[in-house]
């Protein structure tokens, strides 16, 4: 054992050492925080930067049509055929309205169900199997849901319904509501889960059964939340293009029963955007369907961003 006086000294020469690293270190992190700062908010100005220029190129390009035919030839009219300069829009808007209600008509209660299912309702080893198997729905590339549609559905859809091809509506609203099936559940799920555990002990004190405290507490509590995923859903919905173009048929006309081979907004434009020319009407039009497409799914965001702000607010 050393000397009290010895043990003294080497502390002293430890702490002054200690003394003297502390500002290199301090100084090194302040760097590395600085550098990290600025390269955040590099990436957060470039993302911003590309979106409002893909904004203002879309944008631009789409106005360009109606210095060619007016709004309300293309907004209101049902005849598209651009070899005889008609570009008429309304069948294809109506049908992606109509094509997205069917999808979440179909979409919606399953995945309700099933988020109602995984958190309140199953085992634990059932919900350990169930998630996973949504999140890895989630990741599924949409061009397998597409040729699944293709070869397995259309041909049970022929034999179901007694119709020649059994494109459509129909066909394309079912494998869409299996695409959004798992980010609706999901989302659900979640604020199912994040509903305080005292309103359902106090509505069961209350006498309340399991369903009740399901479907008039738990349910009105997580509401803002389901209305978030279902929106979230519906987005993917409106924009889904490889999946919906191999099932719905790809023509261009109004879809008067679930069998009737037409398109949408996304499908017609994949389908003839690399057959005309850039500075052309029909291109305008396709540019300005895009543009609608763009806006609608804006608008979607801006009303899951209030609703999540009320959320928080509650």
Same mark, same amino acid.
């Given at each position: 054992?050393?000397?009290?006086?010895?043990?003294?000294?080497?502390?002293?020469?430890?702490?002054?050492?200690?003394?003297?690293?502390?500002?290199?270190?301090?100084?090194?992190?302040?760097?590395?925080?600085?550098?990290?700062?600025?390269?955040?908010?590099?990436?957060?100005?470039?993302?911003?930067?590309? !979106?409002?220029?893909?904004?203002?190129?879309?944008?631009?390009?789409?106005?360009?049509?109606?210095?060619?035919?007016?709004?309300?030839?293309?907004?209101?009219?049902?005849?598209? #055929?651009?070899?005889?300069?008609?570009?008429?829009?309304?069948?294809?808007?109506?049908?992606?309205?109509?094509?997205?209600?069917?999808?979440?008509?179909?979409?919606?209660?399953?995945?309700?169900? =099933?988020?109602?299912?995984?958190?309140?309702?199953?085992?634990?080893? =059932? &919900?350990?199997?169930?998630?996973?198997?949504?999140?890895?729905?989630?990741?599924?590339?949409?061009?397998?849901?597409?040729?699944?549609?293709?070869?397995?559905?259309?041909?049970?859809?022929?034999?179901?319904?007694?119709?020649?091809?059994?494109?459509?509506?129909?066909?394309?609203?079912?494998?869409?509501?299996?695409?959004?099936?798992?980010?609706?559940?999901?989302?659900?799920?979640?604020?199912?889960?994040?509903?305080?555990?005292?309103?359902?002990?106090?509505?069961?004190?209350?006498?309340? #059964?399991?369903?009740?405290?399901?479907?008039?507490?738990?349910?009105?509590?997580? &509401?803002?939340?389901?209305?978030?995923?279902?929106?979230?859903?519906? #987005?993917?919905?409106?924009?889904?293009? =490889?999946?919906?173009?191999?099932?719905?048929?790809?023509?261009?006309?109004?879809?008067?029963? !679930?069998?009737?081979?037409?398109?949408?907004? #996304?499908?017609?434009?994949?389908?003839?955007?690399?057959?005309?020319?850039?500075?052309?009407?029909?291109?305008?039009?396709?540019?300005?369907?895009?543009?609608?497409?763009? +806006?609608?799914?804006?608008? +979607?965001?801006?009303?899951?961003?209030?609703?999540?702000? &009320?959320?928080?607010?509650?």
């Amino acid at each position: 054992m050393g000397s009290p006086v010895h043990n003294l000294t080497s502390r002293a020469k430890g702490n002054a050492v200690a003394v003297s690293a502390s500002p290199k270190r301090h100084s090194r992190h302040l760097l590395s925080n600085t550098l990290f700062r600025y390269y955040f908010l590099f990436s957060i100005l470039a993302l911003c930067l590309v !979106l409002g220029l893909v904004i203002l190129f879309i944008g631009k390009t789409a106005l360009l049509l109606f210095g060619q035919i007016s709004p309300l030839d293309f907004f209101f009219s049902f005849n598209w #055929t651009p070899e005889e300069e008609a570009f008429g829009a309304a069948a294809f808007i109506v049908n992606t309205l109509s094509l997205t209600a069917l999808t979440l008509l179909i979409a919606v209660p399953v995945s309700v169900g =099933m988020a109602v299912l995984c958190a309140e309702i199953a085992p634990k080893w =059932m &919900k350990n199997f169930i998630r996973p198997v949504l999140d890895l729905l989630v990741g599924i590339p949409s061009i397998v849901y597409g040729y699944l549609g293709l070869t397995v559905l259309l041909p049970f859809l022929r034999r179901a319904s007694g119709e020649g091809l059994g494109d459509g509506l129909l066909a394309a609203a079912l494998v869409l509501a299996l695409m959004v099936l798992p980010t609706i559940c999901r989302i659900s799920d979640d604020a199912i889960v994040s509903v305080p555990r005292k309103y359902r002990d106090a509505a069961y004190a209350l006498g309340s #059964t399991r369903l009740q405290v399901i479907f008039r507490v738990v349910l009105p509590a997580a &509401k803002r939340g389901i209305i978030s995923a279902v929106i979230l859903g519906m #987005t993917r919905a409106v924009g889904e293009t =490889m999946a919906v173009v191999m099932v719905i048929g790809n023509t261009p006309q109004l879809a008067k029963t !679930l069998f009737t081979p037409s398109s949408v907004l #996304t499908s017609n434009i994949v389908m003839q955007i690399s057959n005309v020319e850039f500075d052309s009407t029909w291109n305008y039009a396709l540019h300005m369907m895009a543009f609608l497409l763009l +806006l609608i799914s804006f608008m +979607l965001i801006l009303v899951i961003r209030i609703l999540g702000r &009320k959320r928080r607010e509650v």
